[in-house]
């Protein structure tokens, strides 16, 4: 089974409203963490938010928020007021566990195109 | 500018030839990670290592190999290389000890394989 699982290849979005890029994901261990990450058609790897599965509260940074749900195993990244150099592909990653291993876990993300 | 930085940014080269990727972490990362982003896998872990310890270790073919040295830096060495080998490889870095870091990552190094 996937361990990380984005629906949606592409989304569309008009400048200025908000979008939500789900992500669903897999994992029988309590203690894991979720990332997005934005990678812009320059190719390089850009970390937006991050949310640990002990945490109370839904994680913000600026523009984007994470919608954490445990129960569904859902973190959908909402982008509010969106702007054209959003336009990127948007990447959910998961890492599971403890110990020493803190390898990430991608899924094969979401290309959003922000139109004028 | 994440701090991670990758040399070269690009590399052509032969089946069967051998290259060497080079990523330097960003200060006071003591952990190195390498990724490959190719089209048809993804995003895929490759290797982790420590302190220059070998500390997890992900898809990686027995072709590929990688250290990392007392200065931190690291180097991932790909050899008999195949068409299909071509990809972004990807070197992010993190403090460690803290799990909930996140991975800083750099520009990548595109490698195409003719």
């Known amino acids: 089974a996937q361990k990380i699982t984005q629906t949606q290849p592409g989304m569309f979005v008009q400048e200025k409203e908000a979008v939500t890029l789900d992500c669903t994901y897999d994992t029988s261990d309590p203690s894991y963490g979720l990332f997005w990450y934005k990678q812009p058609s320059s190719g390089e790897m850009i970390f937006l938010i991050y949310?640990?599965?002990?945490?109370?509260q839904n994680a913000t940074e600026g523009r984007y928020s994470l919608n954490f749900q445990k129960a569904r195993k859902s973190a959908n990244l909402v982008i509010s007021a969106s702007q054209l150099g959003d336009s990127a592909m948007y990447f959910c990653?998961?890492?599971?566990?403890?110990?020493?291993?803190?390898?990430?876990?991608f899924g094969k993300g979401t290309l959003l195109t922000v139109n004028p | 500018d994440s701090g991670v930085t990758q040399t070269p940014k690009h590399l052509i080269t032969a089946t069967g030839q051998r290259v060497t990727l080079r990523c330097s972490p960003r200060s006071g990362d003591l952990s190195v990670y390498w990724y490959q982003q190719s089209l048809d896998q993804g995003l895929q872990f490759l290797i982790q290592y420590y302190n220059g310890e070998e500390r997890a270790k992900g898809n990686i073919l027995e072709r590929f190999s990688a250290q990392q040295f007392p200065d931190l830096h690291s180097e991932l060495n790909l050899s008999s290389l195949e068409l299909g080998d071509s990809a972004l490889y990807f070197c992010?870095?993190?403090?460690?000890?803290?799990?909930?870091?996140?991975?800083?990552f750099g520009p990548g190094t595109r490698l195409t394989v003719l």
């Open positions: 992010a870095s993190s403090v460690d000890g803290d799990r909930h870091n996140e991975q800083f």
């Open positions: 949310q640990g599965s002990y945490d109370q």
């Open positions: 990653a998961m890492r599971e566990g403890g110990g020493s291993n803190y390898k990430l876990t």
